[in-house]
């Protein structure tokens, strides 16, 4: 499973930063969980480190978790949101999941980020019944699915699509995200009208990132790729019944621009997401780093929640010396860079992956996915009179 695929607000769609951030909040919007650091398949863009590896998250990870979870969704007035991603969340068994998710109050909302390989009826009778929500990794029909296979190397679209058929027979809606890994002409109207007739409610996209184990290229010629997006918002226009993240995600903060309202309707500190691995270490910002070390970083992680617990680790996040260096990347990046209030200074792993630092500025994935992102939204808005 592509690491990229995370990259979502659970609590309904992605959030741009204003012009005036500045610092880590203390209180985090959603927690990332991995209840197991095993995937069953072996796709070629995963970033995962340990994915071949079976390492569960013991239960006492996961009430340390709660604990403070559980007071920040009654104080928030809404459901706040647990992210089961893995590795493959559902290799950790039924009953495992069941386990680590009973600690949690009713108050908290659970997503779980799956390929769909192993969901059948009694998965479902399981979503149902702890009222989880599902998004589900599929790149496309059959033939844009070449990058996810077994271990064995066999194409997996097809217990991908039994996945899918079973949440569509129980009538459970889901989410689904897209990996693009070439962002050729024609492919935006050809992924969107599959999504369509695949039944999800919400679709995400995401172009392909260099990162962690993945060291493929994402650089894409600039007019390319401002026109795969440009092409997609043609294409969720003709039939606008899937709510599509990234198009969503651009129009709203263009309304708060014209607006002049940005500061009052967007978030003023960092999200600190922080990830929860397996043995309870704390990875804050990007669960992309989890798992990965460095000689100058250490293993970027922040703590322990057995140790220090959860609210203690987020209260002092400076005390992380990467998170401070990439906390300064995002002050250059505020101070130089036109796209800052949409991009909000971009995603530390990127930063890391493909610069070797935080504290660099722009990177591939700043272009694909939020310069040429927003650029093609407006290049389709500009068009569109001519077009009509």
């Known amino acids: 499973m592509s690491r990229a695929e995370t990259r979502q607000d659970p609590a309904g769609g992605g959030r741009p930063a204003p012009t005036g951030m500045r610092g880590v909040a203390t209180v985090p919007s959603y927690v990332v969980m991995q209840p197991t650091t095993l995937c069953n398949l072996d796709c070629s863009y995963c970033y995962l480190p340990l994915r071949a590896a079976n390492r569960r998250m013991p239960v006492p990870v996961a009430a340390a978790v709660a604990r403070p979870v559980n007071i920040w969704a009654a104080q928030q007035g809404r459901r706040f949101s647990v992210v089961w991603h893995g590795g493959e969340p559902l290799a950790a068994g039924r009953d495992h999941l069941a386990a680590l998710i009973s600690p949690f109050s009713a108050d908290v909302e659970h997503h779980v980020q799956t390929n769909a390989t192993l969901i059948d009826d009694p998965w479902c009778e399981f979503f149902r019944e702890h009222r989880i929500r599902v998004s ?171 140790a220090s617990g959860l609210a203690e680790i987020l209260a002092t996040p400076e005390r992380t010396p990467w998170v401070t260096e990439f906390v300064a990347g995002v002050e250059a990046c505020r101070t130089t860079c036109p796209y800052f209030g949409f991009c909000g200074g971009g995603h530390a792993a990127n930063r890391y992956f493909e610069h070797g630092r935080f504290d660099g500025t722009e990177t591939n994935h700043c272009r694909n996915s939020k310069i040429h992102l927003l650029e093609g939204v407006l290049a389709h808005a500009r068009d569109q009179p001519a077009a009509d």
Not at 150 to 176: C, K, M, N, W
Not at 245 to 264: F, G, I, M, N, P
């Open 136 to 306: 589900v990794s599929v790149d496309g029909p059959r033939a844009r699915n070449d990058s996810r296979h077994t271990r064995g190397g066999r194409p997996a679209y097809d217990q991908i699509r039994s996945g899918v058929e079973a949440l569509r027979r129980h009538g459970i809606e889901f989410s689904a995200l897209c990996v693009v890994s070439d962002p050729s002409p024609g492919l935006a109207t050809e992924l969107y009208r599959f999504f369509l007739d695949l039944g999800c409610d919400v679709l995400g996209i995401n172009i392909e990132e260099t990162e962690g184990v993945n060291v493929r290229s994402n650089r894409w010629p600039d007019r390319a790729v401002a026109g795969f997006w440009a092409e997609l918002v043609g294409a969720w226009r003709q039939a606008p019944r899937i709510h599509l993240r990234e198009v969503e995600w651009s129009l709203r903060y263009a309304a708060a621009v014209l607006d002049d309202t940005a500061d009052e309707v967007l978030p003023r500190q960092l999200d600190p997401i922080p990830t929860i691995g397996y043995d309870g270490s704390v990875v804050l910002l990007s669960p992309e780093l989890a798992g990965f070390s460095d000689p100058r970083y250490g293993d970027f992680t922040s703590g322990n929640v057995l």
